[in-house]
């Protein structure tokens, strides 16, 4: 099956991947019979819209997109998308959201539904579990008051990370969590230029070092995210220039030794795991 976009007046945009591995649009018009790629229809503009690729159509709603980040309409009139519910104001785990599918959208009231993946074991065992989310608007913010801390990904969230920062900020009535978005690969690789003659991997690594360089810069300068998700692949953040040494707030009773030593740099822990599969 295939999602589409559905533009209005019985014209349908398809999603289609061709053999060279490029996406593309098919406009399908059903009143005309007539199928052509968008770029020669009045509706190249959709390759000009952020994260296309993740828009499908929703009856009764329109075209949006779930992400980690929240939830995001598409005006097919003024070509403009809007932030509909920016996640870091919900109690949701953003790792569970980008799974489900939207099944009701009204003032203050949203449901979402579908099938999660949480996580894939080393024997292949798959595990899913069917969620119902419904997302209510309150009277009041609840967080008001409370000091605001940055988290930086650059990958998206695991199931383990998103629940920290969900369990975080229902529990704790001093601080809150948002996502900076700043850091992330989407954000990031838009000031990488995709040569021709480069292979993905060479991009991937070349994303990969701007992302160090930015993040790197910016937490030398005292401006960057308060915590940093995802990086114990990069070692070289573990400098006290940049990070803070967690090893008198890290419980490390009932861990196991390996592990904990594997993130440390010395006898300092920079960075520590949330989650461990054996």
């Not at 053999?19 to 052509?36: A, L, M, P, Q, R």
């Not at 070092?209 to 990086?231: H, K, Q, V």
Request: charged share 25%; glycine share 6%; net charge negative.
């Amino acid at each position: 099956s295939y999602d589409f976009l559905y533009l209005g007046d019985s014209v349908f945009a398809v999603k289609y991947e061709t053999y060279e591995h490029s996406n593309i649009f098919c406009i399908i018009d059903i009143d005309n019979g007539t199928v052509k790629e968008a770029g020669d229809t009045e509706y190249s503009w959709l390759y000009d819209v952020t994260n296309n690729w993740d828009y499908k159509y929703y009856n009764g709603i329109g075209n949006a997109l779930i992400s980690q980040d929240g939830i995001t309409l598409l005006d097919v009139e003024t070509h403009e998308e809007t932030v509909y519910i920016d996640f870091d104001d919900c109690d949701i785990n953003r790792f569970d959201a980008a799974s489900l599918e939207i099944i009701d959208l009204q003032d203050g009231k949203v449901t979402l539904a579908g099938v999660i993946l949480r996580n894939e074991t080393s024997q292949m065992v798959f595990n899913y579990d069917a969620e119902i989310v419904v997302l209510q608007k309150c009277d009041t913010n609840p967080h008001v008051g409370e000091k605001i801390l940055t988290a930086a990904s650059f990958d998206e969230l695991t199931y383990p990370m998103a629940e920290a920062i969900r369990l975080f900020n229902l529990n704790n009535e001093d601080a809150i969590i948002i996502m900076d978005p700043k850091y992330s690969y989407d954000v990031v690789s838009k000031d990488i230029i995709f040569d021709a003659d480069m292979d993905d991997e060479t991009y991937d690594l070349q994303v990969k070092a701007a992302f160090m360089n930015l993040l790197s810069i910016d937490l030398l300068a005292n401006e960057g995210p308060d915590i940093i998700l995802g990086t114990m692949e990069y070692d070289q953040l573990n400098d006290p220039a940049m990070m803070l040494d967690l090893s008198d707030c890290t419980e490390v009773e009932g861990v196991y030794e390996n592990i904990m030593g594997f993130a440390k740099t010395g006898d300092k822990i920079y960075q520590v795991p949330v989650a461990v599969q054996l």
